[in-house]
């Protein structure tokens, strides 16, 4: 098991203690320095408060059991407002968000005969093999997930509505 993973093992339920969920954890070099870096997601957000109060909790638990074995900075912090979504657990977490979703092609998703590469819709379901989006008048596209290149969240849509 790598570093990464025991650090996201031991992170999850301090951070689902402190009322948060833990939507990623990255461990890397950058420069001279290692850092584990750790982003936290709340329905209501997340505080600058909140931020420190689970790095202390962190802190507290990676010093009693010294998972990584050479010196590191620690970041917690929130998502961010347009963040681009990379894993599964990621789209289960944000479902029902506003999300600007960027295909690999210009597809029709009207039968208007205007190809479109951009959507933006809310974030209904993501598997395996597809990504559906609700458009603004209520209706629902089913994409391959093979075919979509990127899903961000959005603060608003500035996309045309699709049906």
Not at 16 to 32: D, H, R, S, T
Request: proline share 6%; glycine share 6%.
């Amino acid at each position: 098991m790598s570093v990464k993973d025991i650090l996201f093992q031991m992170a999850e339920p301090v951070v689902q203690q402190e009322g948060f969920e833990l939507v990623e954890l990255e461990y890397a070099k950058e420069g001279p320095r290692w850092v584990v870096r750790v982003f936290l997601y709340a329905p209501e957000g997340v505080s600058l408060d909140d931020c420190q109060r689970v790095s202390d909790a962190l802190s507290t638990r990676f010093d009693a059991d010294d998972p990584v074995k050479t010196p590191y900075h620690l970041e917690v912090s929130s998502p961010g407002a347009e963040r681009v979504l990379k894993t599964d657990r990621e789209f289960r977490i944000f479902a029902g968000r506003l999300v600007r979703l960027t295909l690999s092609e210009p597809v029709d998703v009207d039968d208007s005969g205007k190809k479109v590469q951009v959507l933006h819709g809310l974030l209904e379901a993501v598997t395996e093999e597809s990504v559906a989006l609700k458009g603004e008048k209520g209706h629902t596209i089913t994409l391959p997930r093979g075919g979509v290149k990127q899903v961000r969240l959005a603060l608003k849509s500035s996309a045309p509505a699709f049906n």
